[in-house]
């Protein structure tokens, strides 16, 4: 079975610019959350959804912002890119919200330039 | 506020034993897991407490005491694979659907 799969793997982008980062959970898994991983530190929550909707917001600036799809496959998209906006970011998948483990992709390097 | 803490680095000879501490002060509880990150992968799900007491899981170990804020992860015979950070995250119930707070890590070097 397919883990949680990340796309792309790496990424370079220059500073103002928007990217998308794309998700897709453990087949059967309905919520998927977003975490950005800078390097020395543990990752940060930014999104979680379940069922399509947003559940929960990280302390992130509006420029972020993430969709769930109906088939539970989800995108982050960053607007307006800055230098500290460099760190892996991380997507996990759990059958549902309450206390359920949470599995990670792989994650997408983005370094901003 | 929220607070997870956990010893930044640690070294052991392969063969022993290496016990992680993580304190954590957070708004609401609903699991403590532990998770191992090798460098430039992702964090892959070693053990989950929800109660409090001792889970067991072949060569690791985690005990958690939700009274006094507290988890360790245990890790017997270790091996040089073993080398990597450790991660503790704590689930809390904040707004009911319970995200992940994470500590920054702690780096075991197995030495041989």
């Known amino acids: 079975d397919a883990g949680v799969t990340q796309s792309p793997t790496h990424l370079i982008k220059t500073r103002g610019q928007h990217v998308t980062l794309r998700c897709s959970p453990i087949?059967?898994?309905?919520?998927v959350s977003w975490y950005q991983q800078v390097l020395g530190q543990g990752p940060q929550f930014i999104f979680q959804y379940y069922e399509k909707e947003e559940r929960g917001r990280g302390n992130f600036p509006d420029r972020f912002s993430a969709r769930q799809f109906p088939n539970y496959s989800s995108e982050l998209n960053v607007n307006a890119l800055l230098l500290g906006d460099s760190a892996l970011y991380l997507c996990?998948?759990?059958?549902?919200?309450?206390?359920?483990?949470?599995?990670f992709g792989a994650g997408t390097r983005l370094s901003v330039l | 506020g929220q607070n997870i803490d956990q010893p930044t680095e640690m070294t052991a000879t392969e063969g022993a034993i290496v016990q992680i501490n993580c304190t954590y002060q957070t708004s609401g509880f609903n699991g403590l897991f532990w998770y191992q990150q090798h460098a430039g992968e992702a964090p892959t799900f070693l053990s989950y407490?929800?109660?409090?007491g001792l889970e067991e899981k072949g060569r690791f170990s985690s005990f958690l005491s939700r009274s006094k804020g507290y988890s360790y992860l245990l890790l017997k015979e270790l091996q040089m694979k073993d080398s990597a950070s450790y991660l503790c995250a704590v689930r809390d119930q904040e707004n009911s659907w319970g995200k992940f707070q994470f500590g920054a890590g702690t780096q075991v070097v197995v030495t041989p």
């Open positions: 407490n929800v109660l409090d």
């Open positions: 087949s059967g898994h309905k919520s």
């Open positions: 996990a998948s759990s059958l549902a919200t309450g206390g359920n483990i949470q599995y």
